[in-house]
């Protein structure tokens, strides 16, 4: 079946017999107000259609930061690296404040589950130790996440180096995630999905997780996830890129909350 593009600018069109690729050039001002460059993908898993900011950002591969830790999750589970997500990580004692910032909060035993809640990077390098290179070349190529690129020599690849993702390929990852098409037990799928639960209230469910890092002094933030409405379900992944000489101190926050002024305009939550 031929797939529609469309350009548009109003409120999106149904058209369920070619299940359209919606262009919403519009959205812009919505990463403008954040004084960033960025790009969203909104996917409607009932009427397979998508809604794209742009048709040429949306495809360029980005580090996936700590939205990384849905597929690190999934390995460690699948490869039984983790019993289950309660387990618990010791403190190492030190980390890299100037690569990952000073968080003392996360600076203390912790649940894996916990871990990805709060984003603590130095628990999934403990787990990416045990994991090995030739697991996360397997599983990425079964799962074909992003380029496979895993030539940064340091643990955390998906924060640092040739590694990389597109909004495009994030909502792609996440939609075998949705309909278990993914090389994973349905077990440890289930698991992840309830770790991902962000948000929930009588109206929708978002279940998601943030990324940022800060490589080649660029801020690359993310925000990808489900949305589960009574209705209806959603899958969005949300880039943002920002030159760190010009980094606005709300740039963290805009990632959801430019996700979810979109999310309003298309009436997809309230």
């Known amino acids: 079946m031929m797939t529609t593009q469309i350009e ?6 149904e058209n369920k017999k070619n299940n359209p690729i919606l262009i919403r050039k519009d959205f ?25 900011s742009d048709s040429n950002e949306v495809k360029i591969r980005t580090l996936p930061a700590s939205t990384f830790k849905i597929p690190n999750l999934l390995i460690a589970l699948e490869t039984q690296t983790i019993q289950n997500v309660g387990e618990i990580v010791p403190w190492i004692g030190q980390t ?12 203390v035993d912790m649940s894996v589950q916990k871990a990805f809640e709060v984003s603590a990077g130095w628990v999934f390098i403990e787990l990416a130790k ?12 079964a799962c074909q996440y992003g380029n496979r690129d895993l030539s940064q020599k340091d643990i955390d690849f998906w924060n640092f180096g040739n590694f990389a993702i597109s909004p495009l390929e994030q909502v792609q990852f996440l939609n ?3 309909d278990y098409r993914l ?4 077990k440890n799928i289930d ?25 080649k002094n660029i801020n690359t933030g993310w925000w990808v996830g489900f949305v589960e409405t009574k209705q209806k379900h959603y899958i969005f992944a949300t880039r943002l890129l920002q030159d760190r000489n010009f980094r606005r101190d709300d740039f963290g926050n805009c990632r959801k909350s430019i996700t979810k002024k979109i999310l309003q305009e298309l009436k997809i939550i309230d």
């Not at 690569?99 to 600076?107: A, C, H, L, V």
């Not at 090389?183 to 349905?186: D, I, L, N």
């Open 8 to 13: 548009c600018t109003g409120i999106r069109k």
């Open 176 to 178: 075998k995630l949705h």
């Open 130 to 141: 045990k994991i090995g290179r030739a697991n996360y070349q397997k599983y990425l190529t």
């Open 183 to 186: 090389p994973f037990s349905k």
């Open 96 to 107: 890299d404040t100037l690569k990952y910032g000073y968080r003392p909060e996360i600076y």
């Open 28 to 52: 812009g001002k919505f990463f403008e107000e954040c004084s960033v460059n960025g790009s969203i993908v909104i996917y409607d898993i009932e009427e397979k259609t998508r809604i794209l």
């Open 191 to 215: 698991i992840v999905k309830k770790v991902m639960l962000s948000e929930q209230n009588p109206n929708y469910t978002i279940r998601a997780k943030t990324g940022w890092t800060r490589d």
